[in-house]
């Protein structure tokens, strides 16, 4: 968008690079650093900003002032600014080593073709000096565009006051992703995987963007995983997963290795009449061997409102060709216009980040697709899940009404769509969390599979179930197939955390530990995640660590006492939770009225 005098408004990725302790070294050997930062600048003009598409828009004596046009561009070359100038150091003293700090984030800035200007940019040169040296710090706006384990491998900070700014700032250490990848192999006995074919969907590309995604391909590839999960036989990664990773310039084969798929199903759309021409292919990762393809053209109104039946046939063929079976016919119930697709996708990850200005704001975003969309079932159930949330942070000022509310909303969707499995899910999950009613829970958990045999979520919440009856191996088994289902999902640590949990019910406090670890680095405000993690270094005989977590834990969730988390507990099983409890006490919970 244009602006007076040549001024231009855009979302960009904002990249502040600082030498560390440059007046130190100048007054060292300043013929020598000035001679060697030349050297570093004039490589990352020829080299990296080229390959990363990025813009030097300032060189200083002792940093440099980056924008790039996406957030994982700016990513990567951040890897490698610190790759660069460690690899020119060879082998000097490490008195005259050089390293950066390097600051990230994501925001609206004003440009010129000199210099960028705004808020975005103070803040990402704030951001580089939270950074050790060779770090680099991203704010949440940039974390929120990128990938755990495929852009960089993310530590929380939690809130962190910079200078000159009125309010604290959600703050992320970014290291380069480990080369064994962070996805988790779903092991599986070999019977099983004879009985399922894995397969994910990436975004489709858009001729007009120069083949990147749009909005409308990752619309039309969430309608194609509707109807693709529909199939018994099939194993189908969720849409969060293959969605972010599709926006990555990454090779058929390692992407298929990250979602652990053999199967890649990708292709084209481009809108024109109001019509989309859709273009796909299935492509076997193993042999990069194109095994179908096939098009068709869809009426974009069919498709909005959840008919869509040439898209339909298009699977039906596409299913035809993999196992040589006929498609069942199945209705999907999508929100019927693309910005409440986006909306809704804001809305859950707003309700997963777990700060509360966000967490509200996702409750208001929520209510409006429930106005907007009377009949879809598919915001009622969220909102069901938000008020459990709501309980289980220590945020609610009546957890009674909470859980009825809860169950409202879940029960809503459910009356409109019987069927659905989210909807099942949610409704079981309250069921467990609020009415402790385990019956009901298992059941719609079961019900929510059956109708779809790839809800992870369903998956991830019967874990809890069968860990609260002490079905130890049961629980973990379908922990481990949650995690297979979503390997990349932006809520990766909610996942870990009932790894954690599963493992705590199970007494294997050095695996709860460790899960517990991970899911806390993914996010450090989700209280059960603390909670889990103190009562595993409690009782894994690490009482002093569990007692300096627990004060954070008590800043986060300042009623927690161990008659609270008694009341509250969805367990049943009173020895289980009188061990918890006495996890709780070692760490210094209080015991509570």
């Known amino acids: 968008m244009g602006d007076r005098a040549g001024l231009v408004r855009q979302i960009k990725a904002v990249l502040v690079v600082d030498l560390v302790e440059s007046v130190r070294l100048m007054q060292a050997d300043e013929a020598e650093v000035i001679r060697r930062w030349r050297l570093f600048v004039q490589a990352v003009r020829q080299d990296i900003l080229p390959r990363f598409q990025g813009r030097m828009v300032k060189s200083l004596g002792d940093g440099m002032l980056l924008e790039f046009d996406h957030t994982a561009q700016a990513m990567g070359a951040a890897h490698e600014l610190h790759r660069l100038l460690a690899a020119q150091a060879g082998p000097c003293a490490d008195a005259s080593r050089m390293a950066l700090r390097v600051g990230l984030h994501e925001a609206e800035v004003v440009s010129d073709e000199f210099d960028i200007y705004g808020v975005g940019v103070n803040l990402a040169a704030r951001l580089a000096g939270l950074a050790d040296p060779g770090g680099c710090v991203i704010s949440a ?43 988790s192999r779903l092991e ?244 467990a969390y609020v009415r402790r009613d385990v019956a009901r829970a298992q059941q719609r958990y079961d019900a929510a599979l059956a109708a779809n045999p790839s809800e992870s979520l369903a998956w991830l919440f019967k874990s809890a179930l069968l860990a609260y009856g002490e079905e130890h191996q049961a629980s973990a088994d379908c922990v481990q197939q949650a995690l297979g289902l979503s390997p990349l999902d932006p809520m990766r640590y909610y996942y870990e955390h009932f790894a954690a949990l599963s493992a705590l ?39 002093a660590r569990a007692r300096i977590l627990a004060q954070e834990l008590l800043r986060l969730e300042p009623g927690l006492t161990q008659n609270a988390f008694r009341r509250r507990y969805p367990g049943w099983r009173e020895p289980q939770i009188d061990t918890l409890c006495h996890g709780l006490d070692l760490a210094g919970i209080p015991p509570g009225p």
């Open 505 to 543: 019910l199970a007494g294997d406090h050095a695996r709860a530990i460790a899960m517990g670890e991970r899911s806390l680095a993914g996010n450090r405000t989700h209280a059960s995640t603390l909670r889990v993690l103190v009562m595993a270094l409690a009782l894994g005989g690490e009482p």
């Open 188 to 431: 599986l006995p070999p019977d099983q995987l004879a009985l399922q074919l894995r397969l994910a969907v990436l975004p489709l590309s858009d001729p007009q963007l120069q083949g990147r995604a749009s909005t409308l391909g990752s619309f039309v590839a969430e309608e194609l995983i509707t109807r693709l999960t529909r199939q018994p036989c099939l194993s189908v990664i969720s849409s969060l997963s293959s969605q972010i990773l599709g926006e990555r310039q990454l090779g058929i084969q390692a992407q298929a290795a990250m979602l652990g798929v053999r199967y890649l199903l990708r292709g084209s759309c481009a809108e024109f009449g109001g019509r989309l021409r859709i273009y796909l292919e299935l492509v076997d990762a193993r042999g990069l061997d194109v095994v179908w393809a096939d098009s068709t053209v869809e009426e974009l109104g069919a498709l909005l409102t959840g008919e869509g039946e040439r898209l339909s046939e298009l699977v039906s063929r596409l299913m035809r060709a993999l196992v040589g079976a006929e498609v069942l016919k199945a209705e999907s119930f999508p929100l019927p216009t693309l910005d409440s697709f986006s909306l809704l996708l804001s809305a859950v990850a707003k309700l997963h980040r777990l700060t509360l200005d966000e967490f509200q704001r996702a409750h208001q975003m929520l209510e409006l697709l429930a106005e907007r969309h009377p009949r879809s079932p598919i915001p009622r159930a969220w909102m069901g899940k938000w008020h459990v949330m709501r309980i289980g942070q220590g945020w609610s000022p009546d957890p009674q009404r909470d859980g009825q509310q809860a169950a409202y909303h879940t029960a809503s969707a459910l009356d409109l769509q019987p069927d659905h499995a989210l909807s099942l899910t949610l409704d079981g999950f309250v069921a």
């Open 141 to 183: 706006e940039a974390r929120h565009a990128l990938v755990q384990g495929v852009d960089a491998d993310f530590e929380d900070m939690g809130q962190c006051w910079l200078k000159n700014l009125g309010e604290p700032v959600r703050a992320w250490r970014a290291r380069p992703a480990a080369a064994t990848g962070v996805v």
